[in-house]
């Protein structure tokens, strides 16, 4: 069983900065892709960014610029660093680790980010 454990969230200015954190726990091997999403009210879910073991990034283009995510695998744990948020960055936030081995998914709880104006 693999557990993910989200934090970070909470509410900021226009302008500020948060730094999400999911740890992930258990019966891990190795964790290949890990990422975060977020979905906003009557909104689909969507990728906000992706990383792989070997560092290769993508992005959704609103967050590009501002957004930084990164991971220590010695923790099986990601991270979402968020500057410059802006209002339509107020959603509930997601992380998503992919196992190796296994090629199971898992999710984290979400946690709230909100932005005001």
């Known amino acids: 069983q693999v557990q993910l454990v989200v934090s970070g969230g909470g509410l900021v200015q226009a302008g500020g900065s948060l730094r999400l954190s999911c740890a992930a726990s258990?019966?891990?091997?190795?964790?290949?892709?890990m990422g975060w999403y977020r979905q906003a009210p009557g909104q689909q879910r969507e990728l906000v960014a992706r990383?792989?073991?070997?560092?290769?990034?993508n992005y959704a283009d609103s967050v590009k610029g501002r957004f930084t995510i990164s991971r220590d695998d010695a923790k099986n744990t990601v991270y979402l660093q968020m500057n410059s948020l802006k209002p339509e960055d107020t959603a509930v936030y997601y992380c998503?680790?992919?196992?190796?081995?296994?090629?199971?998914?898992?999710w984290g709880q979400g946690t709230q980010v909100t932005v005001s104006s």
């Open positions: 990383l792989t073991r070997g560092g290769m990034a």
């Open positions: 998503n680790i992919d196992l190796a081995i296994t090629a199971k998914s898992y």
């Open positions: 258990g019966n891990i091997f190795r964790t290949n892709k």
